[in-house]
């Protein structure tokens, strides 16, 4: 079994490979199932807009409470196992509130056994908001106290600390959706959202705001969880967007809606050993999911969560962060 100073000899070999654009795709395999998009066209123009991004963030994290800290010691990407809150949030355009998360995923990697996981909250979810002395609905904590509350009442939940969030509103998604020339899908379901209608079957090239109607529908089709199959899927096709990335012409106009959108507390250096890790990890990725019941409390629908489910869930996501 290679020792941890064997791996970081290898990782130092390989950085000397390092490709800032093509390892930047990589990443999304984790980040963009929250409607993130982060690209670059040189190192120094990936700098730049992380450090934007990190400035934003930093703004975001200052104007809430206090991230509770789980661990007792810090971890170092790369090298340890993390986590990261990945968060789509509904603003965006004429919206300039602090807004809600309406996607919340969970990823856990661990580079040392080569393992992922990628967990989805239902926006709705009953739970118990991190600094409110009452119980309500799980998108509410960002708004309420953006990414640290949100971090805070995900700990909470699955018993296991958050390392790291990224955020980017829906006006970003559509802007990054149609700087990549869209997205070839099939719909899995029939149903309108908006002004778009969706036809199982019937492929479609799809803008970034059908794309946005795609995925946001959640009163029919499949409710919440017909929500989740669908980001999975647009997920999916841009995954295969971005693998063929040499092939991209907009490089520039993503760099501005993603350094204008997006907010993340990761750093150039975190990025770059997520991207070194990614194709060992991804081969070896679980998807998970929270599972409830849906209610209508004082006339307010609410998903209440399976506490069996959510067990087990905690459970497994606590084993790929090596916690005892």
Same mark, same amino acid.
Do not use: W
């Given at each position: 079994?290679?020792?941890?100073?064997?791996?970081?000899r290898?990782?130092?070999?390989?950085?000397?490979?390092?490709? @800032?654009?093509?390892?930047?795709?990589?990443?999304?395999?984790?980040?963009?199932?929250?409607g993130?998009?982060?690209?670059?066209?040189?190192?120094?123009? #990936?700098?730049?807009?992380?450090?934007?991004?990190n400035?934003?963030?930093?703004?975001?994290?200052?104007?809430? @409470?206090?991230?509770?800290?789980?661990?007792?010691?810090?971890?170092?990407?790369?090298?340890?196992?993390?986590?990261?809150?990945?968060?789509?949030?509904?603003t965006?355009?004429?919206?300039?509130?602090?807004?809600?998360?309406?996607?919340?995923?969970?990823?856990?990697?661990?580079?040392?056994?080569?393992?992922?996981?990628?967990?989805?909250?239902?926006?709705?979810?009953?739970?118990?908001?991190?600094?409110? @002395?009452?119980?309500?609905?799980i998108?509410?904590?960002?708004?309420?106290?953006?990414?640290?509350?949100?971090?805070?009442?995900?700990? *909470? #939940?699955?018993?296991?600390?958050?390392?790291?969030?990224?955020?980017?509103?829906?006006?970003?998604?559509v802007?990054?959706?149609?700087?990549?020339?869209?997205?070839?899908?099939?719909?899995?379901?029939?149903?309108?959202?908006?002004?778009?209608?969706?036809?199982?079957?019937?492929?479609?090239?799809?803008?970034?705001?059908a794309?946005?109607?795609?995925?946001?529908?959640?009163?029919?089709?499949?409710?919440?969880?017909?929500?989740?199959?669908?980001?999975?899927?647009?997920?999916?096709?841009?995954?295969?967007?971005?693998?063929?990335?040499?092939?991209?012409?907009?490089? *520039?106009?993503?760099?501005?809606?993603?350094?204008?959108?997006?907010?993340? *507390?990761?750093?150039?250096?975190?990025?770059?050993?997520?991207?070194?890790?990614?194709?060992?990890?991804?081969?070896?990725?679980?998807?998970?999911? #929270?599972?409830?019941?849906?209610?209508?409390?004082?006339?307010?629908?609410?998903?209440?969560?399976?506490?069996?489910?959510?067990?087990?869930?905690?459970?497994?996501?606590?084993?790929?962060?090596g916690?005892?």
């Amino acid at each position: 079994m290679m020792n941890r100073r064997s791996r970081n000899r290898g990782r130092r070999r390989r950085r000397k490979r390092f490709n @800032p654009l093509g390892c930047f795709f990589q990443i999304l395999l984790v980040l963009i199932l929250a409607g993130g998009l982060y690209v670059g066209y040189t190192y120094f123009t #990936l700098r730049q807009s992380v450090q934007q991004i990190n400035n934003a963030a930093l703004q975001l994290h200052e104007s809430g @409470p206090e991230r509770e800290e789980v661990r007792e010691e810090s971890v170092e990407v790369g090298e340890d196992s993390i986590s990261i809150l990945i968060m789509g949030i509904d603003t965006g355009g004429e919206r300039t509130d602090v807004g809600r998360s309406d996607i919340m995923i969970v990823a856990t990697l661990n580079p040392n056994t080569d393992q992922a996981t990628i967990t989805s909250i239902p926006r709705d979810s009953y739970v118990e908001i991190s600094g409110v @002395p009452s119980r309500d609905k799980i998108n509410h904590a960002y708004a309420f106290g953006g990414p640290n509350m949100a971090a805070n009442t995900v700990q *909470n #939940l699955l018993g296991i600390p958050i390392d790291y969030t990224f955020s980017m509103d829906m006006d970003g998604f559509v802007r990054a959706i149609d700087a990549l020339g869209g997205l070839t899908i099939t719909p899995v379901m029939t149903f309108e959202q908006g002004e778009h209608q969706f036809v199982e079957g019937q492929t479609q090239i799809m803008d970034g705001e059908a794309v946005l109607d795609y995925v946001r529908n959640r009163y029919t089709a499949g409710g919440d969880y017909g929500r989740q199959e669908r980001a999975r899927q647009v997920a999916e096709a841009l995954f295969g967007k971005i693998q063929n990335f040499d092939t991209l012409t907009n490089v *520039n106009e993503l760099i501005t809606v993603f350094s204008e959108t997006v907010a993340t *507390n990761l750093t150039i250096s975190d990025l770059q050993d997520i991207a070194l890790d990614s194709n060992e990890i991804f081969n070896n990725l679980e998807t998970l999911n #929270l599972e409830g019941e849906g209610e209508m409390i004082d006339g307010v629908y609410y998903e209440i969560l399976n506490e069996s489910v959510v067990a087990d869930v905690s459970q497994k996501l606590q084993e790929n962060l090596g916690m005892e």
